[in-house]
């Protein structure tokens, strides 16, 4: 699997509305960080250099919470897993899920120094992920807890009432140079904060950018046939009218209808009658110059062609080429074999008259119609 499979995988997990997959999530990017500081504080209790450094009590206390919450994010993991293959939603799971995990994090951030250690980048880091995957309401609980007690821990050190970083038996910065255990630690958590917070960061823009451009090819584009669709073809209208009006180059729009469009939805279904208006989508594309003309869907079973920089002539030969594809082209439905024709207007423009020329190719189109269907209507406006 190449990288950019492996990011829309990912980026499908975030997006998915299934809760019990957004917790499972949540519980797989959180686990890496309880561990490293499980590692960390277990080097601690094991070499007394280290653990010098800790409340000898409180650093066995963090630890056991840090245990008792990889344990926890261990099962969220597999209950998650289990709830989703059953396709159960569990939204309770949401808070059972964000809220220790902020708890057991706070804490130790606090224990550790929360102003001047990589702790905050940490909760920093945990917020964005959480953020991510699920609302402002079902955080909201979580967060006003966050924010209590923070702000009860800094009234309790104000007072007096609450040594900074009480983990600890010195806060790590204390004005002279950092002690071995510090460096390390130092190091070993700020990677750890920054490194995977630096990527959720280019993830989240990327996936913002490739949303974007969905986003814009969503309102430039008719989802059925992949063409421009009316807004589209209306702006690229006005600026060739422009660009012609000033060049004094003519340019012809064509429009299309297939015939009898109702009776082939009303006999086959519309899945077919989708079908071929999806053919016809496909018949154009490949009839038309690339980066030039433009193909669209103006509504319902209706099509147009800007061809700049195009006389009759060669409006005609594309006309005719669209027409005899869609004519040997053979549908099936329901055993059967049935194939469509469509009739077409034309109109040649000078002077950059786009709208004009569009009511008249439109009017030529039902001429057309009028006249026996399957065949083509052409003009120039004057």
Known sequence: MNLKALMRRIEL????????????VFAVLSLPMGLILW????????????????????????????TALILWLTAVVLLAWHLRRQGRDARWLAQWTVMPTFI?????????GLKDTPMGMVLIQELVVARALFSLRTLKSTLILV????????????????????LLTAPVFNGED????????LRVMFQAAVLPFSAMLFFAFNTLRRQRKELESLVRTDVLTGLSNRREFMSQLEIESHRHARSGRPFCLVVCDVDHFKKVNDSWGHPVGDAVLAQLGRILQSSTRDQIDTAARLGGEEFVLLLPDTHLDGARRVASKIASSLREHVFQADGASFSVTQSIGIAEVHGGQGERALRIADQNLYTAKRAGRDQTVASVVA
Do not use: K
């Not at 997990?13 to 499972?24: G, P, Q, S, T």
């Not at 450094?53 to 206390?61: E, I």
């Not at 007690?149 to 609450?162: E, N, W």
């Open 178 to 185: 950092l002690a071995g255990w510090w460096a390390v630690w």
């Open 104 to 112: 057991v994090f706070l804490l130790l951030a606090i224990g550790h």
């Open 13 to 24: 997990r975030l997006l998915d509305r299934n809760v019990a997959n957004r917790c499972m």
């Open 39 to 66: 590692g960390l504080q277990a080097y601690a209790l094991a070499h007394p250099e280290a653990g010098a450094f800790y409340r000898p009590g409180a650093l066995r206390l963090a630890q056991l919470g840090l």
């Open 147 to 166: 924010v209590v007690m923070v702000m009860a821990s800094d009234l309790l050190i104000t007072a007096g009432q609450l040594g900074y970083a009480p």
